[in-house]
């Protein structure tokens, strides 16, 4: 069984109106992409094949994948404001819900929350829940600038956690990235933020006070795993880092979860050593990148470990129900 925690829907109303609100720079590619520029780096990009779900399903049925769980990618709705963000978060989650249910053995999904307005985000959980049965939530690692652990946002967490929600975190490119070069905000940036991300959510105490709900982080985590030495050391130095936490950083981490996106065997390696193959989900950044389970399948790792991180940890958190 192979379930793939990290792919994304990719939907044209959604990105007509990203270049049209943000006015982004179109620029096209030898290989048929393209590249939705601003200030000198690309904040979007797309190939008309993204947007194919049979062909997506014939990559699946190649690749000997199961199911793949869909979510909104970067920017997700935080680039827009007020009613806008939510009614732009419910046309996204309707679409996601629909082509769930039109392949309902193939596709999960996972829901975005219009994070501006609080009340309309509680008021999302509940559809996301109920009527469109999706299998949890996406939440990015800044929220239009905002630090994931801003007190506006602990209603969220309190819902998130007495629904024993998933949450999917996705990077964001970082807050103030002005003019830049060499694509760093997607290549550096998104790592530098989904790091940042977890370390004040366990610093200011998100998970202490709301152990309940799975918390799956993209990227492998971004840098998070190398530096728990360092969070550790700022528990125990400066009052500051424990302020809000009971016990080493290193021990939420440890209680966290991973996807596999980081494609580099070494770090993959690493990340089973630390919080062993429970703790990790095969991801293949579909359709952006869409790779197969070959990172996995090269870990010198126990077979049983192989089929959790490849779907059985997927179905486990999410509840997912994949045909045999």
Same mark, same amino acid.
């Given at each position: ?5 990290h ?11 990203l ?29 008309p ?8 399903l ?9 199911m ?21 978060? #419910?046309?996204?989650? /309707?679409?996601? $819900?629909?082509?769930? &249910? ?5 596709? %999960?999904? *996972? ?8 009340e ?12 469109l ?13 905002l ?40 290549r ?47 528990? #125990?130095?400066?009052? /500051?880092?424990? $302020?809000?936490?009971? &016990? ?5 981490? %440890?209680? *966290? ?6 494609f ?11 919080v ?11 359709p952006f ?36």
């Open positions: 069984m192979k379930i793939d925690i792919a994304h829907i990719v939907e044209r109303r959604y990105v007509d109106a270049v049209k609100d943000l006015a982004l720079e179109p620029q096209q590619t030898p290989s048929g992409q393209t590249l939705y520029r601003r200030n000198g780096y690309t904040f979007l990009w797309e190939r094949d993204m947007y194919d779900i049979d062909a997506r014939r990559k699946m049925d190649a690749q000997g994948v199961d793949r769980v869909l979510s909104l990618s970067t920017p997700n709705v935080y680039e827009w404001q007020g009613a806008r963000q939510v009614e732009m978060a #419910r046309y996204m989650n /309707d679409a996601t $819900a629909a082509l769930v &249910r039109s392949h309902p053995d193939r596709f %999960a999904g *996972l829901g975005s929350l219009p994070l501006d307005d609080i309309a985000s509680l008021a999302e959980l509940d559809r996301i829940t109920g009527e049965e999706l299998a949890g939530v996406m939440i990015g690692s800044n929220i239009g600038g630090p994931v652990n801003d007190g506006r946002f602990e209603p969220v967490w309190a819902k998130i956690d007495a629904l024993r929600l998933p949450v999917f975190e996705h990077p964001m490119f970082p807050p103030h990235t002005g003019k830049e070069e060499f694509e760093m905000p997607l550096i940036g998104f790592v530098f933020d989904t790091t940042a991300a977890a370390a004040r959510l366990i610093y200011s105490g998100v998970f202490e006070r709301y152990p309940h709900f799975p918390y799956i982080l993209a990227h492998t985590g971004g840098a998070l795993l190398m530096v728990l030495e360092r969070l550790d050391n700022g528990y #125990r130095l400066f009052p /500051d880092c424990r $302020a809000h936490i009971s &016990r080493l950083p290193s021990t939420y981490a %440890a209680e *966290l979860y991973y996807d596999t996106c980081s580099f065997c070494p770090a993959l390696k690493m990340a089973h050593e630390l062993g193959a429970e703790h990790l989900l095969w991801g293949s950044d579909d990148l869409g790779a197969d389970t070959a990172h996995v399948d090269a870990l010198p790792i126990p077979a049983a470990d192989k089929a959790k991180i490849l779907g059985g940890n997927a179905a486990r958190l999410l509840k997912l129900k994949v045909a045999a």
